[in-house]
């Protein structure tokens, strides 16, 4: 069974940065695709970014040149580094792990991380 913790989230100013953690625990996260995704209130969840089992990317067009998703194998921890940061990226992050990015109803949800982008 894959456990997933995400962590990393909280307050920051417009224009500031933040890097979120996911550590993946009963499973290597390099057998899956992986990616974060975000749900704000009132909205539905969306994929920011994910990252194939052969390493290509997919960002989503609001936050593309701004956000960063990469892997550390050796810590088994996925990471979502976020600059810029504006207003309307206030939400709640998810890390999954997933057969494909296409297929993350049958993987693995982490608890999620309150990521507020505030003055």
């Known amino acids: 069974q894959v456990q997933l913790v995400e962590s990393g989230g909280g307050l920051v100013q417009p224009g500031g940065s933040l890097r979120l953690s996911c550590a993946a625990s009963?499973?290597?996260?390099?057998?899956?695709?992986t990616a974060w995704y975000r749900q704000a209130p009132g909205k539905q969840r969306e994929l920011v970014a994910g990252?194939?089992?052969?390493?290509?990317?997919n960002y989503s067009d609001s936050v593309k040149g701004r956000f960063t998703i990469s892997g550390d194998t050796a810590k088994n921890t996925v990471y979502l580094q976020m600059n810029s940061l504006k207003p309307e990226d206030t939400a709640v992050y998810y890390c999954?792990?997933?057969?494909?990015?296409?297929?993350?109803?049958?993987?693995?949800w982490g608890q999620g991380t309150q990521v507020t982008v505030s003055s």
């Open positions: 999954n792990l997933a057969p494909s990015l296409g297929l993350a109803s049958r993987g693995y």
């Open positions: 009963g499973s290597s996260f390099r057998l899956y695709a």
């Open positions: 990252i194939t089992q052969s390493g290509n990317t």
